[in-house]
């Protein structure tokens, strides 16, 4: 993942490591998920016949709401379905993820 966002010109001292970032998601208000698919699944937690289950992912979970971007509901790199989006708390928003980021941003302004 830290490749991709290297090539999206994000400055690493802008990461954050799993252990330092996943507490964080308990308290957050909204977690913005862009695309990814395995590594945001609660299954790899809770589920011990799939897949994914004991690899290390990203809690967005545990956040009190989830806005999910995506261009499908194709499953990820594992072919597994997804259980996060299945979760009330989360939103789905398709589209190119660009566009979709200006599209929330811009209803955020409206409602500041």
Same mark, same amino acid.
């Given at each position: 993942?830290?490749?991709?966002?290297?090539?999206?010109?994000?400055?690493?001292?802008?990461?954050?490591?799993?252990?330092q970032?996943?507490?964080?998601?308990?308290?957050?208000?909204?977690?913005l998920?862009?695309?990814?698919?395995?590594?945001?699944?609660?299954?790899?937690?809770?589920?011990?016949?799939? *897949?994914?289950?004991? =690899?290390?992912?990203? /809690?967005?979970?545990k $956040?009190?709401n989830i806005? !999910?971007?995506k261009?499908?509901?194709?499953?990820?790199?594992?072919?597994?379905?997804?259980d996060?989006?299945?979760? *009330?708390?989360?939103? =789905?928003?398709?589209g /190119?993820?660009?566009? $979709?980021?200006?599209?929330? !941003?811009?209803?955020?302004?409206k409602?500041?």
């Open positions: 993942m830290n490749v991709l966002l290297a090539e999206a010109n994000v400055p690493y001292d802008k990461l954050f490591d799993m252990d970032i996943n507490p964080e998601f308990q308290r957050a208000d909204v977690a998920v862009i695309g990814a698919n395995d590594v945001t699944n609660p299954a790899a937690r809770s589920n011990p016949g799939s *897949p994914i289950y004991g =690899m290390p992912i990203l /809690d967005v979970d $956040a009190q806005i !999910v971007i261009r499908s509901m194709k499953p990820g790199f594992a072919g597994i379905d997804n996060l989006y299945l979760d *009330p708390k989360t939103a =789905m928003l398709f /190119d993820a660009k566009d $979709a980021v200006g599209k929330v !941003v811009q209803e955020l302004k409602a500041a």
